[in-house]
């Protein structure tokens, strides 16, 4: 049967079964914190961390958490104290990694669109890596550099035009994906920047996509980098620093294989050390600096949304469960189609399933979380249900659409509970457009 995510278990008392992340009770924090809500747990963070460590440290590859999976800072303030550098795609997310204590030099700067204000800005931090994505962002780069007269490593995210099993909207290593540049901009590219006293590009970057199950992408793309770094050495570009992006696929649960019992049709999932072995194995005499860009797989099981049942609305051919939440807390299924895992709060007494349509309240038909799910029949009103694996690209995409509140997030650690972002609401975002507030052009 497929398991809970670890930190998640019912706690049985009084013949009642209730849903605790560590040892908090989500129906104890439903009392305090309107719902929907983000609900995290720090142990999950930290063994993910430690997982992650134990297999890419020995092997000397270096992690740089892509924060944009989730930004909150008391998350972050988490992962820079267990020691990982930061991946970021703007100087928003620059902000956050320096506030949340990484240092400047332990910072990737990766993106398609870097503005000149935002390279300026990162140079002027100290950033220590820039991912260039573009012959037109390297000559911004190198006008930058000199104009602050202030030297930086850069590395070229190539795109390895290979193909990888996974949604169409989360690939990034395919031809025709607006990330990196062809194999035949590399050298061009080098050679523009050995012009610069200021720019020294040490080596190459990949992202292929993400939630990939199987380590024969990544065999292929470095297989295909591997190439391309033996021909510019042999044109005299030395290149000594590999980053391979992150990637790494996660079991997102779902309602239909929570329902069934055997065990047999379970699917294997890759751990952190599969991929480091593979990465190692595709490299066996490298000698140069080596780095990935995990996101997902530190943070998606750790977190949970909670949400109640507004109503069971009857319907043919399927009742609807309407909740409090919508897709404006919750992008994933709308964006990708994502499934997640829908579970009570308390646990039902009885074993009897109805097929309920999932939705939220946002006036479109894509505000619909899952169709055709078996849950317990006796689901009603007022009932309090939780979306697993719900703390990677969630919070960070929520939004106000439909003027709704962008909702809290709250950490749990052991039995204690914080809300590490307050709900943003409607007072909050009206004071923006108020008339006294509002410059006047
Ligand atoms: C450059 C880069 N690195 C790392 C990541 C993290 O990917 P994942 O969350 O799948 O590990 C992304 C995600 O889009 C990315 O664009």
Same mark, same amino acid.
């Given at each position: 049967?497929?398991?809970?995510?670890?930190?998640?278990?019912?706690?049985?008392?009084?013949?009642? !079964?209730?849903?605790?992340?560590?040892?908090?009770?989500?129906?104890?924090?439903?009392? %305090? +914190?309107?719902?929907?809500?983000?609900?995290?747990?720090?142990? @999950?963070?930290?063994?993910?961390?430690?997982?992650?460590?134990?297999?890419?440290?020995?092997?000397?590859?270096?992690?740089?958490?892509?924060?944009?999976?989730? /930004?909150?800072?008391?998350?972050?303030? =988490?992962?820079?104290?267990?020691?990982?550098?930061? $991946?970021?795609?703007?100087?928003?997310?620059?902000?956050?990694?320096?506030?949340?204590?990484?240092?400047?030099?332990?910072?990737?700067?990766?993106?398609?669109?870097?503005?000149?204000?935002?390279?300026?800005?990162?140079?002027?931090?100290? +950033?220590?890596?820039?991912?260039?994505?573009?012959?037109?962002?390297?000559?911004?780069?190198?006008?930058?550099? !000199?104009?602050?007269?202030?030297?930086?490593?850069?590395?070229?995210?190539?795109?390895?035009?290979? &193909?990888?099993? &996974?949604?169409?909207?989360?690939?990034?290593?395919?031809?025709?994906?607006?990330?990196?540049?062809?194999?035949?901009?590399?050298?061009?590219?080098?050679?523009?920047?050995?012009?610069?006293?200021?720019?020294?590009?040490?080596?190459?970057?990949?992202?292929?996509?993400?939630? =990939?199950?199987? #380590?024969?992408?990544?065999?292929?793309?470095?297989?295909?980098?591997?190439?391309?770094?033996?021909?510019?050495?042999?044109?005299?570009?030395?290149?000594?620093?590999?980053?391979? @992006?992150?990637?790494?696929?996660?079991?997102?649960?779902?309602?239909?294989?929570?329902?069934?019992? $055997? !065990?047999?049709?379970?699917?294997?999932?890759?751990?952190?050390?599969?991929?480091?072995?593979?990465?190692?194995?595709?490299?066996? $005499?490298?000698? @140069?600096?080596?780095? #990935?860009?995990?996101?997902?797989?530190?943070?998606?099981?750790?977190?949970?949304? +909670?949400?109640?049942? &507004?109503?069971?609305?009857?319907?043919?051919?399927?009742?609807?469960?309407?909740?409090?939440?919508?897709?404006?807390?919750?992008?994933?299924?709308?964006?990708?189609?994502?499934?997640?895992?829908? =579970?009570?709060?308390?646990?039902?007494?009885?074993?009897?399933?109805? %097929?309920?349509?999932?939705?939220?309240?946002?006036?479109?038909?894509?505000?619909?979380?899952?169709? !055709?799910?078996?849950?317990?029949?006796?689901?009603?009103?007022?009932?309090?249900?939780?979306?697993?694996?719900? @703390?990677?690209?969630?919070?960070?995409?929520?939004? /106000?659409?439909? /003027?709704?509140?962008?909702?809290?997030?709250?950490?749990?650690?052991?039995?204690?509970?914080?809300?590490?972002?307050?709900?943003?609401? %409607?007072?909050?975002?009206?004071?923006?457009?108020?008339?006294?507030?509002?410059?006047?052009?």
């Amino acid at each position: 049967m497929t398991q809970l995510p670890p930190q998640l278990h019912y706690l049985h008392h009084d013949q009642l !079964s209730t849903l605790c992340l560590e040892n908090v009770s989500i129906k104890q924090l439903a009392t %305090q +914190v309107d719902t929907p809500f983000y609900c995290y747990s720090k142990a @999950g963070l930290v063994n993910n961390i430690s997982a992650c460590k134990a297999a890419f440290e020995p092997e000397n590859i270096h992690i740089h958490y892509a924060m944009k999976a989730n /930004s909150n800072l008391s998350l972050l303030r =988490i992962v820079a104290e267990q020691g990982l550098g930061v $991946d970021i795609v703007s100087i928003g997310e620059m902000q956050r990694a320096l506030n949340a204590g990484f240092n400047a030099q332990d910072i990737v700067f990766s993106g398609v669109g870097k503005t000149t204000s935002e390279l300026t800005a990162a140079l002027r931090a100290g +950033v220590g890596q820039f991912n260039v994505e573009s012959k037109e962002e390297l000559s911004a780069l190198i006008s930058v550099t !000199s104009e602050c007269q202030q030297s930086v490593s850069a590395l070229i995210r190539v795109n390895p035009e290979i &193909t990888v099993d &996974t949604h169409k909207n989360i690939t990034t290593g395919a031809k025709g994906n607006k990330f990196g540049v062809s194999f035949n901009d590399v050298l061009p590219m080098l050679a523009a920047a050995k012009q610069s006293p200021f720019l020294n590009i040490n080596g190459l970057a990949m992202h292929i996509g993400s939630q =990939i199950h199987s #380590v024969a992408p990544y065999l292929d793309a470095i297989a295909k980098i591997r190439a391309l770094l033996n021909r510019l050495e042999a044109q005299d570009y030395p290149l000594t620093h590999l980053d391979l @992006g992150g990637g790494f696929g996660i079991q997102y649960r779902d309602n239909q294989a929570l329902n069934k019992t $055997d !065990s047999t049709a379970a699917q294997h999932y890759l751990t952190f050390a599969d991929f480091a072995n593979a990465i190692k194995s595709a490299l066996p $005499d490298w000698q @140069g600096r080596l780095s #990935v860009e995990p996101g997902r797989s530190l943070v998606a099981d750790i977190g949970v949304m +909670v949400s109640e049942i &507004t109503y069971r609305k009857e319907s043919q051919p399927t009742p609807f469960l309407v909740l409090d939440a919508a897709m404006n807390d919750l992008m994933r299924p709308a964006l990708y189609q994502a499934n997640h895992a829908l =579970i009570p709060v308390q646990q039902p007494r009885s074993s009897l399933l109805t %097929q309920y349509d999932i939705v939220g309240p946002v006036c479109e038909s894509t505000d619909t979380f899952a169709k !055709s799910v078996q849950l317990s029949s006796e689901l009603t009103a007022g009932e309090l249900m939780c979306f697993l694996d719900a @703390g990677a690209y969630c919070a960070v995409m929520s939004n /106000s659409y439909n /003027s709704r509140t962008i909702i809290a997030e709250v950490l749990v650690d052991d039995n204690q509970a914080h809300v590490i972002r307050e709900p943003i609401t %409607q007072t909050d975002l009206m004071a923006f457009e108020q008339h006294r507030r509002l410059a006047k052009i």
